[in-house]
């Protein structure tokens, strides 16, 4: 494998200055909901705002704390993310078809959804299926949610965590690292109202999701990938 590094479009101006739900305990599942929150609204922007309803995207960052009242738009979204999983979520729940089976169902249960849709699907277990994922999909210009074994942010280790995959990169010394998006706020995490992005080495991934989006043809008998 040779050196380099690969990014989605608009890291700096697009993806790092979505606002995202709050997670100031650095649950799992929460974390889980913050990283689909950041997919779903960078797709849509890349689809020409099509994926969600205007009322529901989320607002451009505003300093580096949380505050509802601040992001109406991206709590509310946040909540009906939520609301697809159900409130008996657990950590298991983040693995396997499990998840890509619930998002999937749910999708559809929104009520705006009846001409483009997005399909959740898992990697399998493992670090190499993982990378293989996150490759492919970063040079089709679409970011991954990945889960994490254990991470450090900050100073702080979290457990099974899952964050959003903006790109990726191999060292010098052939080692895979990640480009993920933390998903937290603080001025740590947030500078200059854009999220700060960080390298993860590979080796401590347990899985990754991807997130296709499909448009209904005029004649609605087909579904192409937009």
Known sequence: MQPGHQSINGVDDVFRR?????????????????????????????????????????????????????????????????????????????????FSDKFNKGWLSFYWVSKIFVRCSFSGLGKDKTWHMIVDEISSNRPVMVVMRKVDVNETQYNFYAMAVCGYRITSLGNRELMVHPGLYGEQSIRGSRAQTMYVSLDQSICAYRFNVFVKSISGEELKEF
């Not at 799992?28 to 099509?50: E, P, T």
């Open 18 to 98: 979505i606002s995202f739900g709050d997670n100031a305990k650095g649950e799992s599942v929460a974390s889980a909901y913050v990283a689909l929150g950041l997919i779903l609204n960078y797709l849509d922007l890349k689809n020409g705002n099509r994926l969600i309803p205007d009322i529901l995207e989320s607002e451009a960052l505003q300093g580096s704390s949380w505050d509802k009242a601040k992001y109406p738009r991206t709590n509310q979204f946040y909540k009906m993310l939520q609301h697809i999983f159900g409130e008996k979520t657990k950590q298991a729940d983040l693995w396997g078809t499990r």
